[in-house]
Structure formats: structure tokens, C-alpha cells
């Protein structure tokens, strides 16, 4: 009996345990978690390409370029950002020499006075011609 109060005991502390880690994950320690997950998907993500046998694991050619806490600081949140401003990005990444430009962002609808920034990030990205969305 006193051993299935033990299992019992560790069943319930463990589950407590994962909780109180998720909770924290998703709330106060976001963004120490989202560094830690994303460390974890680039190292999987390089060990995957080099058991595939890649010839050459340089990756130099590829550069990310993401929206990190330092922007949305100093820009505000990112829901609120106008089209504008990744039509000038955009334009700065073309200008640079960028083959191909993923661009993986969901905009939310937004009011009537964002039809002019919805008409030039249109028309950057089929200008550029090199933008998949």
C-alpha cells in the first residue's frame, strides 16, 4: 500500500511539476523559453543536414532576417506595424542583392486608411518579382 502512495505521490508531482513549466513557458518566461526552443530547432536543423550527407553544411549564402524583441521595443507591437514598412524592407533587400525573399508574416485586416500600404506592398513585391509570401 505504501508503495502505490509513492506512485501516486510522483504521478501528481509530476504532473504539478509540468504545469507550473508550462504555465511559466507561456506567460512570464516566453521569450527566455522561445531563445532555449529556438537554439534547439537551429542545432537540430544543422545535425538533420549533416546526417543527410550534404556536401557543403556552410550556410553563409542564407541569411535570416527576423523581427526580434529589440524591434518590436522600439516599433511597438508588430500587429500594429504599418505595410509600409515591409515594402521598404523589401525594397532594402532587392537593392542588397537578395535572390529570393520568403516573406512569412500574417497581416491582419486592418481599416480603409491601410488600402494605400496594402497598394504598395502589393506592388513592391511584384515589382521585386523574387517574393514569396
Known amino acids: 500500500m505504501e508503495r502505490l502512495q509513492k506512485i501516486v505521490f510522483a ?29 534547439i530547432d537551429d542545432s537540430h536543423f544543422m545535425f538533420r543536414y549533416r546526417l543527410k550527407g ?3 553544411t556552410d550556410t553563409d549564402d542564407i541569411v535570416i532576417v527576423d523581427i526580434d524583441d529589440r524591434s518590436i521595443e522600439s ?13 521598404l524592407v523589401i525594397q532594402a533587400l532587392n537593392r ?3 535572390k529570393i525573399i520568403f516573406f512569412d508574416a500574417l497581416l491582419a485586416k ?3 486608411s491601410e488600402n494605400m500600404d ?16
Not at 119 to 130: Q, V
Open 11 to 39: 504521478f501528481f508531482f509530476g504532473i504539478a511539476v509540468v504545469v507550473v513549466v508550462y504555465t511559466a513557458s507561456q506567460t512570464l518566461l516566453y521569450r527566455p523559453f522561445l531563445k532555449i526552443q529556438n537554439k
Open 54 to 56: 550534404a556536401g557543403n
Open 75 to 87: 516599433l511597438g507591437p508588430f500587429k500594429l506595424w504599418r505595410r509600409h514598412r515591409f515594402a
Open 96 to 98: 542588397a542583392g537578395v
Open 110 to 112: 486592418g481599416g480603409s
Open 118 to 133: 496594402n497598394r504598395f506592398l502589393a506592388n513592391t513585391i511584384k515589382r521585386a518579382g523574387n517574393v514569396f509570401v
